[in-house]
Nanobody
């Protein structure tokens, strides 16, 4: 059974940091490109980062210089290190596998003082 489980979301003050994790199971994680998306109520789900099986990354302009994505294929886990958080980063964050096509259930990040 293919499964993606995100964790690490929390309430954090502006300027703070969080590290999200996405643990994969049920498929060959090491061969799948992975992505991070985020979504706020009433908005389209936005792709913010992607990472290839060997670690090459693409980061959206909205998070460039603040967020870093990485993966540990031995642990079947992808990470999103979020620094200098802003209120506009408040969203549900999802991980997505390209092969096979699979989504996690998301983790809530709230940036507020």
């Amino acid at each position: 059974q293919v499964q993606l489980v995100e964790s690490g979301g929390a309430l954090v003050q502006p300027g703070g940091s969080l590290n999200l994790s996405c643990v994969a199971s049920g498929f060959d994680f090491s061969r799948s490109p992975m992505r991070w998306f985020r979504q706020t109520p009433g908005e389209e789900r936005e792709m913010i980062a992607s990472i290839a099986p060997l670690g090459d990354t693409i980061i959206s302009d909205s998070i460039a210089g603040r967020f870093i994505t990485s993966r540990d294929n031995a642990k079947n886990t992808m990470y999103l290190l979020m620094n200098k958080l802003r209120p506009e980063d408040t969203a549900v964050y999802y991980c997505h596998a390209l092969s096979p096509d699979a989504w996690g259930r998301g983790t809530q990040v709230t940036v507020s003082s």
